[in-house]
């Protein structure tokens, strides 16, 4: 049946040489003998090919295959990180992950929108912090770079010497992210399991829980490295009058008790550390397309939606990449200067 209809325009939605490989899989994780169908899903920056596989009579499921590798995008790391997240029920569960092939087939979530999720705001950081322990119990990842402050001097690196920006103008991002990397505790835990991009586009609700997908750029990584990225992503958008109990909401179910003030200012480092990765993440797609900024200018929020909203800038481009880039540098360097950050740089280091 498989071969069948693999001849057929349902099978066309996948580029000639992907198709044997995606019948492979489907062959692998499916019952050969039944109708399926294809429909393309839209996806993240990845540019990973997704669609999901309706088949007859059983649960559908989505048909992953990667377009691009670089040492971010490894499959032969980020399946690893994949199968283990699946195995413990943080990610859908995976029926093919084949490295050679880019490939992976897992379980389809129908999501519905967070903002249902029965516990509010709160509730998502609550479930969220207790993923994030569980994870970090299980055998650790594979590595990426050493640990993640030369995950991150090789970045902001190749950024500058790429001519993103005229030369000198990241010397305040450079002198800022050397301040947090002498001051902060690398030493004092062993590296975790990571995520690293626990984002609203990869936090996944069905209904009833949060499921966490897209672990292409999943590798060990500092124990506070995703608690940051969450509250990044997650409570700053919570309003003021509630974005504290968020992020203590978000601590306790990651630590199991309340915080102490070292643990507090170490997350707040992080959290600078989380948006200069993003603003390098996001960078690096803009290489060689823009001649070299010559400030650290950025939008704010509003500026930034409304630009969207008219169009001008166009979701998932380049220059949309490249305007958020400069935003999350604005946020880092903001962070720097903010009044206490010398006070945080020696609480974080006093643990």
Not at 54 to 75: Q, V, Y
Not at 159 to 170: E, Q, R, S
Not at 186 to 207: C, I, K, R, T, Y
Not at 308 to 326: C, F, I, N, Q, W
Request: with cysteine; charged share 20%; glycine share 8%.
């Amino acid at each position: 049946m498989f071969e069948e209809q693999l001849a057929d325009h349902r099978f066309e939605l996948l580029p000639a040489q992907h198709r044997e490989p995606a019948r492979t899989a489907l062959l692998s994780a499916a019952d050969s003998s039944a109708r399926l169908s294809l429909q393309p899903v839209s996806g993240g920056a990845s540019g990973a090919l997704l669609h999901r596989v309706d088949i007859e009579g059983a649960p559908s499921l989505l048909l992953r295959i990667e377009t691009a590798r670089d040492p971010f995008r490894n499959p032969h790391r980020s399946y690893v990180c994949l199968r283990t997240a699946a195995d413990i029920g943080i990610a859908p569960t995976v029926h093919v992950a084949d490295p050679d092939a880019g490939i992976v087939v897992m379980d389809f979530i129908d999501q519905r929108p967070i903002a249902e999720h029965p516990g509010g705001a709160v509730g998502v950081l609550r479930e969220l912090g207790g993923q994030l322990a569980q994870l970090q119990t299980t055998a650790t990842f594979p590595p990426l770079l050493g640990d993640f402050a030369t995950v991150l001097g090789q970045m902001l690196s190749m950024i500058d010497g790429a001519g993103v920006f005229a030369p000198g103008v990241l010397a305040p991002v450079h002198d800022g992210f050397g301040r947090i990397r002498a001051a902060y505790p690398w030493a004092d835990g062993e590296q975790v399991s990571s995520h690293n991009d626990v984002n609203p586009f990869n936090v996944l609700f069905d209904g009833e829980r949060l499921w966490l997908i897209d672990w292409e750029i999943a590798f060990r990584n500092d124990p506070f490295a995703d608690v940051a990225c969450v509250a990044n992503n997650f409570a700053d958008q919570v309003p003021d009058a509630g974005s504290a109990d968020a992020l203590e909401a978000l601590l306790h179910a990651w630590l199991g008790h309340a915080p102490d003030r070292p643990t507090r200012s170490r997350l707040a480092l992080m959290r600078q550390l989380n948006r200069l990765f993003y603003a390098c993440l996001m960078m690096s797609t803009s290489i060689g397309q823009h001649p070299p900024e010559v400030d650290l200018d950025a939008l704010s929020v509003d500026a930034f939606r409304a630009a969207v909203e008219s169009g001008r800038l166009a979701l998932g481009s380049p220059d949309l990449l490249h305007t958020m880039g400069k935003m999350q540098l604005a946020g880092f360097l903001a962070g720097v200067a903010a009044d206490g950050f010398d006070e945080t740089l020696r609480e974080a280091g006093s643990g």
